[in-house]
């Protein structure tokens, strides 16, 4: 993990759930400024995000921190971040959450994209620029809006493009930025120095580059001065953008003069221009002129239009006619005089055709023009160079026919200036070169085949992607065959078909030795004249690498989650086991543990196809090796028996092809290791399987040593529940002992008085003997049922009295009532006392009644309601003065209970006790 984030060129961070950074990579460092020491531990909102989202981020927090989502969780957004020196610019953010060490934390993957912003601000702004344009007709409007899409484009506050004259006059105008105050004065001088104005406006200076002067740069200009950002670092000047420096691109004209120029000021970004910036300059600026070119051709085309509307109207080539005798223009339009760079409005008649044809071409133009146009009258199309009367060198198509001018044989041609069209052609020759560059040095494999599965030529990168010894041994291998699942290909091809296009089309493809790996397709079709699919061109990339490292980071998740869902530490090595075989062989597998005071290693779990090890002493072991030096490894056979021969190890066990073994660390502790091993294939595993496995096993020993902590606490929990349902069993029998020697004394007791005494404090003890069995039958030792308790209460008072249950009726309301035992002992003496009342006092002489008991409770109130039919309690018992040991009893139970007693004396006898669920005194203080 750290060797990847280590090489990415994206910011990766970590933050725990208390929002504070806990990983912090080396792109972090170089994108907001910060070193690692300045941000671990600290809280990131406060570090790289806008003062303006701190709450939301704060609420976000405490949701994620509960359960590990949020809203932007899983996905790609983009928002504008603070740097180290408070400047705000625009990333890429790419949120994940994962569970370590109990607590959910998140993980940012961060790209810059200021640049990608600025390029497509740049694109915006050009293109509205474009269509502005279409609807300017004025030179003044073309410039102002050229100077407005500079600043709008976040280039430069301020910019003046000026045209001029050969007298360095500017003849027009346009701003942005500038105080008005001096737009006056700018109208009238350059805003550059005299002297370089005066060279770049010669005729026979010619410039077709913008110049960046820097102020410490102290050059003498001349035309072969070129100054941009490369010469300027070499030169060790800083980037930051300084009073006096200078930066213009010129506007040339037709004939290839400098007609104008482009001066800017105050960057945005307060640096000094990169190549980027100057190349979108000159495209502004060119667009610009050619646009003024256009206003200036269609002011010159109005102006003349009333002497030559007749001949040339509506034509957009060249056309002239030339004497067949003397081989002189005789007349021009204007498209022929601009090809040539011919005034539109001078005399024509003492120009020679022959003068605007190189020395080399004249030979074969003269063959046409004379054979071909007055002599056959052909009329063929013919391409050939020509020379402008500025010397610039042309490429022109023309096509001629013989005719007569004025009585004279002539021939009438029609020229078209191709000049562009070969530039053109000869920049898609360079861009061949470039789409060849991109084929050999592209780091995927870049592929042409036909539809029947046959290779058509690739890069060099084909060859080792599919594990061929050269091209002609990829060439002759069948593309089918590579796929793992033909139906892939098949729908490869259907998608071509359907879209015309497939992007990133994920399949499973089979190298030269049998490897399978992951890779995503991107390919168009080739197609025939009659628009058939008939092959694909386009590039493979292996993500094998990223689908397994996502993999891992499932698997740790999942470890994680094992702790929680596995029952004990054998189901959690399986569980590991299984985890573990999605990213690497786990068919000879083994978890080692290392017991330190018997210096003893012990095999808790193996899954071996040869050895079945249990335990044995660390001594000079492989797996004892690494314990000692605290570091995975990929040991071979040679390495083995060079390790042996040295006395480091002994081997113990069956001898492996290849053995990888990891440290299961806890900090700084090693508790053991974890291996895997193959007894047949050497390269089985590679050092990339050593390295999963020392990523996976820190977790995994976490993941043990939590386990063991479980299991550990789970047996303690056992063993008290069984200590505690012994004690409960034996003070229970203990008091059943009690109750059997005061039966046991009543048969020696003469008075009925004394027998009702011993009779009431058998009862008493029994209560309290029933609560501790409800206790040691109860599933949960920690409180009591009392619907059971109440109604064994009841039929043991009943047949304690000997009362005719004919007689009277017991009726039960009482619901889901639990109490602790600090509460349920003096409830259940409160209870006793009050049933026992009722079934001696209330119903006399055979008498018919009906005793309720009823109990419920609302949240944490309780309310115990016991009530008769019966004759009712004298009026003479008052509770705040009782005599009877019986309501005595009841009256201070309730006060420990911090409750209320009540009662009432309509149509016989009720009580009615009111508590609240409260901390009381221990079993024993009561």
């Known amino acids: ?58 609420k976000g927090m405490e949701v994620f921190r509960k359960t590990g989502k949020g809203p932007f969780i899983g996905k790609t957004i983009e928002l504008i971040a603070i ?8 990333i890429e953010l790419s949120l994940s959450s994962i569970f370590l060490q109990g607590s959910w934390n998140a993980v940012a ?101 913008s110049y960046f002067v820097p102020k410490e740069a102290n050059i003498a200009f001349n035309e072969n001065d070129r100054y941009i950002p490369e010469k300027l670092k070499r030169s060790n000047s800083k980037d930051s953008w300084k009073p006096g420096d200078e930066l213009f691109v010129p506007i040339i004209s037709i004939d290839g003069l400098t007609e104008g120029y482009l001066s800017v000021d105050t960057p945005i970004n307060g640096k000094r221009p990169d190549k980027e910036t100057i190349l979108y300059l000159e495209d502004i600026v060119d667009i610009i002129t050619r646009q003024i070119h256009e206003i200036k051709n269609v002011t010159r085309l109005r102006k003349s239009e009333h002497n030559y509307r007749t001949l040339f109207e509506n034509t957009l080539d060249g056309l002239f006619v030339i004497d067949a005798e003397t081989m002189k223009i005789v007349i021009a339009n204007k498209a022929a005089a601009e090809i040539y760079g011919l005034d539109y409005t001078e005399d024509y008649t003492e120009i020679n055709l022959f003068d605007f044809i190189p020395k080399e071409e004249k030979e074969q ?61 000869k920049e898609l020759k360079k861009n061949e070169k470039k789409y060849r560059n991109f084929f050999e040095t592209s780091k995927d494999c870049v592929f042409i085949s036909s539809k029947d599965g046959k290779w058509i030529d690739s890069n060099e990168v084909a060859i080792k992607f599919f594990g061929y010894k050269d091209k002609d041994d990829l060439l002759k291998s069948n593309i089918p065959e590579l796929y793992v699942n033909p139906e892939n290909r098949k729908r490869y091809f259907q998608l071509l078909e359907q879209q015309g296009f497939v992007k990133d089309f994920a399949v499973n493809l089979q190298k030269r030795d049998g490897c399978i790996i992951d890779a995503l397709i991107t390919a168009v079709p080739i197609r025939n004249e009659k628009g058939d699919v008939v092959g694909s061109q ?61 210096d003893t290693i012990s095999i808790p779990y193996q899954v071996d196809k040869k050895d079945h090890l249990t335990s044995f002493p660390a001594d000079k072991s492989l797996t004892a090796y690494i314990i000692r030096s605290g ?84 047996n303690d929990l056992e063993e008290k529940n069984v200590l505690m349902r012994e004690i409960h069993h034996r003070v229970k029998n203990n008091l059943q002992i009690i109750s059997s020697l005061l039966k046991m004394q009543l048969s020696y007791i003469k008075f009925e008085e004394d027998k009702k005494l011993f009779l009431d404090t058998n009862n008493r003890v029994m209560s309290m003997s029933l609560i501790h069995e409800q206790l040691y039958r109860a599933k949960d030792l920690s409180s009591i049922d009392f619907n059971d308790y109440i109604r064994i ?35 259940g003496f409160i209870i006793n006392e009050l049933i026992s009342n009722a079934l001696k006092f209330a119903f006399t002489e055979n008498r018919k009644g009906k005793i309720k008991i009823s109990f419920r409770h609302y949240e944490d109130n309780y309310e115990l309601i016991v009530s008769d039919n019966g004759i009712g309690i004298p009026e003479e018992i008052n509770l705040e003065n009782v005599q009877s040991l019986g309501l005595q009893l009841v009256k201070t139970l309730t006060l420990q209970l911090h409750g209320t007693i009540e009662l009432q004396r309509e149509k016989g006898t009720k009580f009615i006790i009111r508590f609240k669920k409260v901390k009381l005194k221990t079993y024993k203080e009561v």
């Open 631 to 714: 570091k995975s490894l990929l040991a071979d056979e040679k390495l083995q028996n060079r390790l042996v021969k040295s006395g480091e190890i002994e081997l113990i066990g069956t001898p492996s092809k290849v053995w990888v073994g990891s440290p299961l660390k806890i900090e700084e502790k090693i508790i053991g290791i974890i291996a895997v091993q193959s007894y047949d294939n050497p390269d089985l595993y590679t050092e990339k399987d050593k390295e999963i496995l020392e990523f996976v096993s820190e977790e995994i020993a976490h993941a043990i040593e939590r386990k063991k902590y479980i299991e550990m606490i789970k």
């Open 538 to 598: 386009g590039t493979i990339r292996d993500i094998t690498e990223n689908n397994r490292n996502k993999l891992v980071k499932e698997t740790l998740y999942d470890m994680a989650e094992a702790v929680n869902t596995t029952k004990n530490l054998d189901e959690l090595y399986t569980s590991i086991r299984n985890l573990l075989s999605k990213v690497i062989d786990t068919k000879n597998f083994y978890i080692a543990l290392y017991d330190k005071k018997t």
């Open 1 to 58: 993990f750290r060797s990847i984030t280590t090489v990415a060129e994206d910011s990766i961070i970590m933050i725990d759930n208390n929002g504070c950074i806990s990983f912090w990579n080396k792109a972090s460092n170089k994108i907001f400024g910060y070193t690692y020491k300045e941000v671990m531990g600290k809280e990131v909102h406060k570090l790289i995000i806008q003062a303006k989202y701190y709450n939301d981020f704060l």
């Open 365 to 425: 133009v003269r063959k046409i023009i004379v054979n071909d146009m007055f002599e056959n009258d052909l009329r063929q199309i013919n391409e050939f160079r020509s020379i402008s009367k500025q010397g610039k060198e042309i490429w022109i198509n023309a096509i001629g026919t013989r005719t007569e001018y004025q009585g004279k044989l002539a021939g009438l041609v029609s020229i078209r200036d191709i000049t562009k069209r070969k530039q053109a052609e």
């Open 793 to 827: 209460v009841t039929r043991s008072l009943t047949s304690s009295y000997r009362i005719n249950t004919n007689l009277i009726q017991t009726i039960f309301d009482i619901r889901n009532i639990y109490l602790e035992i600090n509460m349920a002992v003096p409830c």
């Open 83 to 90: 740097r180290k020196d408070r400047t705000e610019f625009p």
């Open 109 to 209: 993957i961060i790209r810059d994209i200021t640049e990608r912003k600025q390029q497509e601000l740049q694109n915006q702004v050009r293109a509205k620029m474009l269509d502005k344009l279409r609807s300017i007709k004025t030179i003044e409007g073309c410039l102002k809006l050229g100077c407005e899409s500079i600043r709008d484009a976040g280039l430069f506050e301020r910019a003046v493009l000026t045209l001029h004259n050969e007298k360095r006059d500017i003849t027009h105008f346009g701003q942005v930025g500038l105080d008005p105050k001096i737009v006056e004065q700018s109208r009238k001088a350059p805003p550059l120095d005299k002297k370089l104005v005066k060279k770049i406006t010669r005729k026979e200076f010619r410039i077709f580059h």
